[in-house]
């Protein structure tokens, strides 16, 4: 049988980027074929992998970036339960390529993956939501850890994984949810009881009177870690939430309030399907994250540019059908591009 092809976004050098041909692997007895209706950007692990700053297999240039990926199930090996044909479903990515690495390996027109490495979006009205599962399921592991009920929370940025990280912190029982975040339509999309803009306002004077038992960091900024721990109480708990290659901050706070600090890596087994459900539950709304969207045959130096470095655009949808088709079956998220 001949191996078949598709189109795929492939990062063939720093700062390089092209849609080309590739070869799948066959879909063997476990595995599914997937088609690509939508996949979306990653503003950290492909921002750092664009720039050949990851220099792990995986990663060696040329390789297909994304693991953030929602299409539908069109085939399944014989030993697959035969009624996924059809389903809708989020996929992490994957390695199912014969010519190219595959650094996840999610942005791909057709994706032969493992049938467990699936996300069925059963439940959910609009299934293009299941782009948020890995950025909800990251958000949802940081409240976990942060044991938020009953407790008074305070999020630095709002970014994605920020904006979901205080929705989710609010309806798993915390009893005050503040923000800080610099940039204005982040924090007017945020829903958190109290939101400081530090570049309008004195942070200070704007949280005065409030200790909090949790400080979640989703910025990565030292200087923003700093100022957050001075409103940490006695014993309190701070969660680090995004990836850091080294940490600077002033030891003096944590010593003094003899602070726990934790790390948080990506999310635990069972997430994805906890967001999914919270999702089809309408309890998180996923859409308000998409800011923007294009197709991938728009010019995609411009759509990652973009997506790196506005601070604006929290979330670039990347649609893989036709425009028509597409919209017969779901709406076009609404978002400002």
């Not at 994304?66 to 990515?93: C, M, P, S, W």
Request: proline share 4%; with cysteine.
């Amino acid at each position: 049988m001949e191996a078949k092809k598709s189109k795929a976004i492939v990062f063939s050098g720093v700062n390089q980027i092209e849609l080309r041909e590739v070869t799948l692997k066959p879909v063997s007895s476990t595995d599914v074929l997937v088609e690509t209706w939508w996949s979306s950007i990653s503003t950290g692990t492909e921002k750092m992998a664009l720039n050949g700053l990851i220099p792990s297999p995986p990663f060696i240039f040329p390789f297909i970036p994304g693991y953030e990926t929602v299409g539908r199930i069109v085939e399944a090996g014989d030993h697959v339960n035969q009624g996924l044909i059809g389903k809708f479903a989020y996929v992490a990515g994957s390695f199912g390529y014969e010519d190219v690495n595959a650094a996840f390996g999610g942005a791909s027109q057709f994706i032969v993956c493992p049938v467990e490495s699936l996300t069925v979006l059963d439940g959910i009205a609009n299934p293009q939501c299941g782009i948020a599962l890995p950025l909800g399921a990251t958000a949802l592991h940081i409240v976990d850890l942060a044991e938020v009920k009953n407790r008074k929370v305070l999020v630095l940025g709002q970014g994605a994984v920020g904006i979901l990280a205080a929705e989710l912190a609010k309806h798993m029982g915390a009893s005050l949810v503040a923000v800080t975040e610099p940039h204005q339509n982040r924090l007017d999309i945020s829903t958190a009881d109290i939101k400081v803009n530090p570049e309008k306002q004195d942070v200070s004077a704007a949280l005065a009177g409030h200790e909090f038992d949790v400080l979640i960091d989703s910025t990565g900024i030292m200087s923003a870690i700093d100022t957050g721990l001075r409103f940490v109480k006695f014993h309190g708990k701070v969660i680090f939430g995004g990836y850091y290659q080294r940490m600077n901050i002033d030891y003096s706070q944590a010593f003094n309030k003899e602070l726990s600090f934790i790390a948080a890596r990506q999310w635990a087994k069972g997430d994805l399907r906890r967001v999914r459900e919270l999702i089809a539950a309408g309890k998180i709304n996923a859409e308000k994250i998409f800011t923007h969207q294009c197709t991938v045959d728009d010019d995609l130096m411009d759509a990652y540019s973009q997506a790196f470095s506005d601070p604006d655009c929290l979330k670039m949808i990347i649609h893989w059908k036709d425009g028509d088709e597409a919209g017969e079956h779901f709406p076009i998220c609404k978002t400002g591009h």
